[in-house]
């Protein structure tokens, strides 16, 4: 099975409020990665934990917190966000070394900041 | 860091037709995947495709890493393939592992 869920689908949250996103796989991937996607764009690279360890954080705001709790499991903790981080979030799992094998994507969380 | 190119941005198809989808990039990778973005945002796995051919039903891809592009090519196409596809790339000069660089993309519309 090569499927990576995520929950929620929708998110509408206002400017002062604290939610969480969660990605889920069970396809034995140590490697599991935050994308962010803005309409029109191309996804961009948030967060990689491999092996439940954070070993990539591409400059992202402190507002934005990943957590791995285990293997299987990668949240997104959001606080305090803007307007301008309404976007779909997606979430991505591969084998240990990320960088040599096909990274599967869930189907995204569209966040919508007010 | 590594560059990636799409091309065309934009194409428009009759059902049936076939198509060439182009992804240029500036350096050495380990790992090359074509991806569809339906329209729900959903991203679906094609290839990973680093180098060589490969074939599933009627797409099909090839990737010569010498010269640094991969094509995708989709025949008779149906609406269904109507959506975005992307070409992400990882390079080992780029420090960083697992860090997937996308293109823009090409848009894809088939008419029926």
Not at chain 1, 55 to 79: A, G, K, Q, T
Not at chain 1, 93 to 112: A, E, I, K, N, V
Not at chain 2, 23 to 45: E, K, M, R, T, Y
Request: net charge neutral; hydrophobic share 30%; charged share 15%.
């Amino acid at each position: 099975d090569t499927e990576v869920t995520q929950t929620p689908k929708h998110l509408v949250m206002g400017m002062t409020n604290k939610k969480s996103l969660k990605c889920e796989q069970h396809m034995g991937h140590r490697a599991m990665y935050w994308y962010k996607q803005k309409a029109k764009k191309p996804p961009e690279l948030m967060f990689v934990y491999s092996y439940e360890k954070l070993s990539i954080n591409e400059s992202v705001p402190s507002r934005f917190s990943p957590e791995c709790p285990n293997s299987s499991l990668l949240n997104l903790h959001l606080h305090a966000l803007q307007p301008e981080d309404s976007a779909l979030y997606l979430c991505a799992s591969s084998h240990p070394w990320g960088s040599t094998d096909t990274q599967y994507f869930g189907p995204g969380t569209r966040l919508t900041v007010l | 860091g590594i560059q990636v190119e799409q091309s065309p941005p934009d194409l428009i198809l009759q059902e049936g037709a076939n198509s060439t989808l182009r992804c240029n990039f500036s350096d050495s990778v380990n790992n090359l995947q074509w991806f569809h973005q339906n329209p729900w945002g959903q991203l679906i796995n094609l290839f990973y495709i680093p180098s060589g051919t490969k074939q599933n039903g009627r797409l099909s891809a090839t990737t010569v890493a010498t010269e640094r592009y991969s094509l995708l090519y989709i025949s008779s196409s149906q609406t269904t393939d109507s959506g975005v596809y992307f070409c992400a790339v990882d390079s080992p000069q780029g420090g960083s592992q697992g860090n997937l660089i996308f293109g823009k993309g090409t848009k894809l519309s088939v008419k029926p």
